[in-house]
């Protein structure tokens, strides 16, 4: 098989367990939210925004459980919303909506980080907590190729640090809720898409380790 006959291969295989893993449903899911409190903050201010935000949470919570989606899924997505909303309510700044997304950015790119020079690269574990990874001994084998799959989710959380600090620190409050729906749970979901195809290849003996 060719390099692009692979390349290929490889991308309809994660575009398939996109759809399986229902990426543009849980996408638009997370994009509401943001984008009524964006619409809220611009016409009426940073309490419209937050307003806004809730009510968009609520509809489609609702909504995710009438098509019978996880009550435990969904109240921690209606949840976050209001954390994110408490930011707000407390600072009066609009950016803070997005505050605890930064940090969490943050925080993850140190996780990922030091996983990544120590014994045991966090995907390792993630992915044994899942399933996807047979517990067991750890080889070498798969010491390499969770360091990878390791440096790509560190490579996406400093693309998230990077993109989304400088424009918190400037109050861009519009560009910055676009840079977090667009960086947000589809990029999320396409590495786990991504993460579960590099394991699935490995253990099938598809891969060019």
């Known amino acids: 098989m060719t390099h692009t006959s692979r390349t290929a291969s490889a991308a309809t295989e994660v575009f398939a367990k996109f759809k399986q893993l229902n990426g543009f449903q849980r996408s638009a899911d997370a994009v509401g939210p943001v984008a009524a409190f964006l619409v809220g903050y611009q016409l009426a201010g940073a309490h419209a925004g937050i307003a ?29 919303v209001l954390v994110y909303s408490l930011f707000v309510q407390f600072s009066g700044q609009g950016r803070d909506f997005f505050l605890p ?94 993460t579960w195809l590099q394991v699935q290849r490995s253990r099938s003996g598809k891969s060019d380790e």
């Open 101 to 194: 997304t930064v940090i969490g950015c943050a925080v993850l790119t140190i996780v990922f980080g030091i996983s990544l020079v120590g014994r045991r690269p966090v995907t390792l574990w993630l992915c044994r907590k899942v399933g996807i990874e047979p517990a067991g001994e750890v080889t070498a084998r798969r010491l390499r190729l969770h360091r990878r799959i390791t440096a790509m989710w560190f490579v996406n959380w400093v693309v998230h640090v990077v993109a989304l600090t400088p424009l918190y620190l400037a109050n861009q409050v519009a560009a910055l809720g676009l840079a977090a729906m667009l960086l947000g749970k589809p990029s999320v979901v396409v590495l786990i898409a991504l």
């Open 52 to 80: 806004a935000a809730i009510a968009a949470a609520a509809i489609l919570a609702l909504v995710r459980l009438i098509r019978g989606d996880s009550v435990k899924v969904v109240t921690v997505s209606v949840a976050a």
